[in-house]
């Protein structure tokens, strides 16, 4: 396992102090674990392929892949930092829009479906609006909120940036 | 300088729940698969729709317009009679078909009598409504089923291995029946399937991943060796899904084409 580098200290100490813990989690097992050698998108596809034909045809028996040895490399410290920063900024992201998408997603089945129903009075007219919410979670989050928070990304981007920037060029103050 | 970066995270994060919560990414990343199926299964001319707990639809324009998703320990199916506060599921069916449920998190009795979560499985809506007269574990094997995986980690031989156990466990085939406590016939999945071949159980556990819709669902890729695993257990790997990305795409048709040419 890697050995994490202390300049990253204040970016974890920032991610618990902002509630995002298991982000920082993700970063210091990212980090430890490595970049592991992965499957080509070819090799992924013809497994697939492989998988297809075994349901379609009844009587071939199931397919065997060949099996590769993993190797592993690890990150240096300014690899790190940049690992850190990207990938804080891109997990926040990608959460934010699949959310957005989800929510857009959600609103289009219940549409869809109430003018199904052909139901004839004027509140199904009305186009929905729904909003998520989880059984263990305080709160709920509707369409506004995720536009609001997509509105803040710019400036984590920015921040994140200059942060790595600094860190490995040993500039960093508090 | 890292100040900069905290206030930002602060006005994100309090705009965002989920965020805030250490499984509430990977529940958005199932729920954007999950409603990208729904979503093709309507542009595939099936009805779709949001369902509470309690059985009833979300429509447009009514008063609750809430879809749950779960959080905290899995469970089974909570009783309609518990009210609308607890888990959405999406329904579906295509014209003058039978009725399904795609279900996300919840737990699945195996025939060892362990449970087992399921992130997203598509099961008859007949299980389904029978849970809900007073809850409890379906028990058997649902006829899509997707493990998601929201990591950045390569997906390991490990990951691999667990799906594939799960899979086992919950497969009944016709020659446990002498074991389980449920009657003749035999079926895939119970409680109250319905009859007919789609729905009865298989010989073999060939048969079975023959007959069912099986994935992994990955944010990453997949650690070079996983594969030989998945391919011969009927697995289909799925790798780099992320917003409409070529790998969600992939994923997306690969589930609505066999739901589409499969499910009665």
């Known amino acids: 396992m890697a050995t994490v580098d202390p300049r990253l200290t204040p970016l974890i100490e920032t991610l618990i102090a902002s509630g995002a813990d298991w982000l920082a989690v993700e970063i210091l097992s990212e980090i430890r674990m490595g970049r592991v050698d992965e499957h080509s998108e070819e090799e992924l596809k013809e497994a697939r392929e492989a998988v297809e034909t075994f349901r379609k045809e009844k009587t071939v028996p199931p397919p065997t892949l060949e099996t590769r040895q993993t190797s592993v490399r690890h990150l240096s410290g300014d690899e790190q930092i940049e690992f850190a920063a990207n990938y804080a900024v891109q997990r926040i992201t990608q959460n934010i829009e699949m959310a957005g998408a989800s929510l857009q997603k959600l609103n289009e089945i219940a549409n869809r479906s109430t003018a199904h129903l052909g139901v004839p009075s004027d509140s199904a007219r009305q186009k929905a609006d729904i909003e998520l919410r989880w059984l263990d979670t305080e709160g709920t989050l509707n369409r506004s909120q995720t536009e609001e928070a997509r509105s803040n990304l710019p400036a984590l981007w920015k921040s994140l940036s200059e942060w790595s920037n600094s860190a490995r060029e040993g500039t960093q103050n508090g | ?264």
Not at chain 2, 95 to 109: D, I, R, S, Y
Not at chain 2, 204 to 228: C, K, P, V
Request: overall charge neutral.
């Open chain 2, 1 to 264: 300088m890292i100040a900069a970066v905290q206030t930002a995270l602060d006005s994100i994060l309090g705009n965002s729940p989920t965020l805030n919560n250490a499984g509430g990414a990977g529940r958005i990343f199932e729920l954007y698969i999950m409603t990208g199926i729904a979503t093709e299964m309507q542009n595939r001319s099936f009805e779709v729709w949001l369902q509470r707990s309690d059985g009833t639809r979300v429509l447009a324009g009514s008063p609750n317009q809430m879809f749950i998703q779960r959080g905290g320990a899995p469970t089974g199916i909570l009783p309609a009679s518990a009210g609308p506060g607890n888990a959405s599921v999406i329904g579906m069916r295509r014209q003058n078909g039978a009725v399904w449920e795609l279900w996300n998190g919840v737990q699945f009795t195996g025939r060892s009598g362990a449970y087992h979560e399921i992130d997203i499985g598509l099961v008859p809506g007949s299980v389904g409504n029978e849970l809900r007269i007073a809850g409890g574990y379906p028990f058997g094997r649902p006829r899509v089923a997707i493990e998601c995986k929201d990591a950045a980690t390569s997906g390991s031989v490990d990951e691999m291995r667990a799906f594939v156990a799960r899979l086992y466990d919950l497969t009944v085939l016709t020659v446990h029946q002498r074991y389980l406590p449920t009657p003749l016939p035999t079926m895939a999945i119970s409680p109250a399937s319905p009859n007919g071949p789609f729905y009865t159980a298989r010989r073999t556990y060939w048969d079975e991943n023959r007959h069912s819709f099986n994935a992994i669902a990955r944010q990453s890729g997949f650690t070079a060796g996983a594969l030989a695993m998945t391919a011969y257990y009927g697995v289909e790997g799925h790798p780099s899904i992320s917003l409409n990305s070529a790998g969600y795409t992939t994923l997306i048709q690969a589930v609505s084409q066999w739901i589409d040419s499969q499910i009665p």
